[in-house]
Nanobody, 125 residues
Framework: VEVVEVGGGSVQAGGSLTLSCTAS????????MGWFRQVPGKEREGVSS????????YYGDSVKGRFTISRDNAKSTVFLQMNNLTPEDTAMYSC???????????????????WGQGTQVTVSP
């Protein structure tokens, strides 16, 4: 299984970025997907997750109303649209997949089976 994120970068506060994550080697349509972020020295934080067929969708409290997750099962890709970014959103963002049929908790990292390497998002004041 391979999970690859793209789309990170540097942006000024108030700006937007869209992250994409493509997963291969698994039954993508049968896999819940999630986005997480981590800052050095802090625990990994659940950002958003989306169930197999596009719902239900979950967001962490810090990103509600600003971030939108979506998926395209035909392209084995999940997206994270991030709007109104703040410096507090600066982190390494990782995409993760739940193996088909496995129990999962939407924003709990330990319940995800496959992880990408991450893409850095930096938001300047």
């Amino acid at each position: 299984v391979e999970v690859v994120e793209v789309g990170g970068g540097s942006v000024q506060a108030g700006g937007s970025l869209t992250l994409s994550c493509t997963a291969s080697g698994l039954d993508f349509g049968a896999s819940a997907m999630g986005w997480f972020r981590q800052v050095p020295g802090k625990e990994r934080e659940g950002v958003s997750s989306i169930d197999r067929d596009g719902g239900p969708i979950y967001y962490g409290d810090s990103v509600k109303g600003r971030f939108t997750i979506s998926r395209d099962n035909a392209k084995s890709t999940v997206f994270l649209q991030m709007n109104n970014l703040t410096p507090e959103d600066t982190a390494m963002y990782s995409c993760a997949a739940v193996a088909s049929g496995r129990w999962w908790q939407p924003l709990l990292p330990i319940t995800y089976d496959y992880w990408g390497q991450g893409t850095q998002v930096t938001v300047s004041p």
